[in-house]
């Protein structure tokens, strides 16, 4: 009962900003370990089989085996992740359009994905950061293969260090969830 009452008492802007906040740590951390992302997206979707699921793309498939790989040996929010290859190779067309347009009448156990959204700011900030690193390696070789740590997030300069759970959870807005997912070239991962 007490559960209830926090959660009825988080504004919206409260939802929306823990959202934003693990989107980013999943997408930075797994970025960094794995390689490039094309596309990451989180199920918002209430049935068991896509509730809270992240959907990575990345633009290598070896990017991609190798997060497959090292996620299933971790944990997050204390579950085990479970990443796996997905037969997806095109988000778009496993999206629910009558969702996009809000009208789906099957709401949350529908069977095309509902994508939860993160904020402008943040879609910004990854891009921007996407397009920096792509600069930077492009001017020099010299930060090829050199690890990088994460540095504070200029959207919210208190935080910093540390990287997300690298899958799973999420969800709608705080809520559980089980797996997530991958990808990666011609095949998709699901993590």
Same mark, same amino acid.
């Given at each position: 009962?007490e559960?209830?009452n926090? %959660?009825?008492? %988080?504004?919206d802007?409260?939802?929306q900003?823990?959202?934003?906040?693990?989107?980013?740590?999943?997408?930075?951390? /797994?970025e960094? &370990?794995? !390689?490039?992302?094309?596309?990451?997206? %989180?199920? $918002? @979707?209430?049935?068991?089989?896509?509730?809270? @699921?992240?959907?990575? &793309?990345?633009?290598?498939?070896e990017?991609?085996?190798?997060? %497959?790989?090292?996620?299933? @040996?971790?944990?997050? !929010?204390?579950r085990?992740?479970y990443?796996?290859? =997905?037969?997806v190779? $095109?988000?778009?067309?496993?999206?629910?359009?009558?969702?996009?347009m809000?009208?789906?009448?099957? +709401? !949350?156990? /529908?069977?095309?994905?509902?994508?939860k959204p993160? +904020?402008?700011?943040?879609?910004?900030?990854?891009?921007s950061?996407? =397009?920096?690193?792509?600069? =930077?390696r492009s001017?020099?070789? $010299?930060?090829?293969?050199?690890?990088?740590?994460? =540095?504070?997030s200029?959207?919210?300069g208190h935080?910093?260090?540390? *990287?997300?759970?690298g899958?799973?959870?999420g969800?709608?807005?705080?809520? *559980? *969830?089980? !797996?997530g *997912?991958?990808?990666?070239?011609?095949?998709?991962?699901?993590?």
């Open positions: 009962m559960f209830n926090v %959660v009825s008492n %988080v504004t802007e409260e939802m900003e823990h959202y934003d906040n693990f989107f980013e740590d999943v997408f930075v951390e /797994c960094d &370990k794995y !390689g490039e992302i094309e596309e990451m997206n %989180v199920c $918002d @979707n209430l049935g068991d089989h896509l509730v809270g @699921n992240v959907y990575i &793309k990345f633009r290598r498939e990017h991609a085996e190798a997060a %497959v790989n090292d996620l299933n @040996n971790r944990w997050f !929010g204390g085990p992740v990443a796996e290859l =997905s037969p190779t $095109d988000f778009r067309e496993a999206c629910c359009r009558q969702y996009e809000g009208e789906c009448t099957r +709401s !949350g156990f /529908c069977n095309f994905m509902h994508l993160i +904020s402008r700011e943040l879609r910004k900030y990854l891009y950061r996407r =397009s920096r690193r792509h600069r =930077s001017r020099s070789r $010299d930060h090829v293969g050199t690890r990088r740590t994460r =540095s504070p200029p959207r919210h935080r910093g260090g540390g *990287g997300g759970g899958g799973g959870g969800g709608g807005g705080g809520g *559980g *969830g089980g !797996g *997912g991958g990808g990666g070239g011609r095949r998709d991962r699901r993590y």
